[in-house]
């Protein structure tokens, strides 16, 4: 089992950036691929980023694409989302979420392991 901690979230203003990391204080991440996700109040899940445990591989929401860069470094146990040019729209709780095996990586319930969220507020 694999315990996730999430980190970083703050209110910023519209245009500004955060860097989240999602530290893995008990288990390994290194062997594992790891998702981002957000919610936000009265909507469900959304899938943010996505990283192959080589990260070799990547996905973003098209919401992110340009704007959110995914990261990861394994001897830190570690996974980052660096946030730029954000917007009102990205307010949310964001998880991170991880397992050793999924097939729809946009699929929250592919993901065993969750953090518990970090609030991101963006203001206009």
């Known amino acids: 089992q694999v315990q996730l901690v999430e980190s970083g979230g703050r209110a910023v203003p519209a245009g500004g950036s955060l860097r989240l990391s999602c530290l893995a204080s008990k288990g390994t991440l290194s062997t594992h691929h790891v998702g981002w996700f957000r919610q936000s109040p009265g909507s469900e899940l959304e899938f943010v980023a996505f990283?192959?445990?080589?990260?070799?591989?990547?996905h973003y929401a098209d919401s992110v694409k340009g704007r959110f860069t995914i990261s990861r470094d394994n001897s830190k146990n570690t996974v980052f989302l660096q946030m730029y040019s954000l917007k009102p729209e990205d307010t949310a709780v964001y998880y991170c979420?991880?397992?050793?095996?999924?097939?729809?990586?946009?699929?929250?319930?592919?993901?065993?392991?969750w953090g518990q969220g970090t609030q991101v507020t963006v203001s206009s």
């Open positions: 990283m192959t445990w080589k990260g070799g591989v990547i």
């Open positions: 979420a991880s397992d050793d095996a999924l097939d729809d990586y946009w699929r929250p319930s592919e993901y065993t392991n």
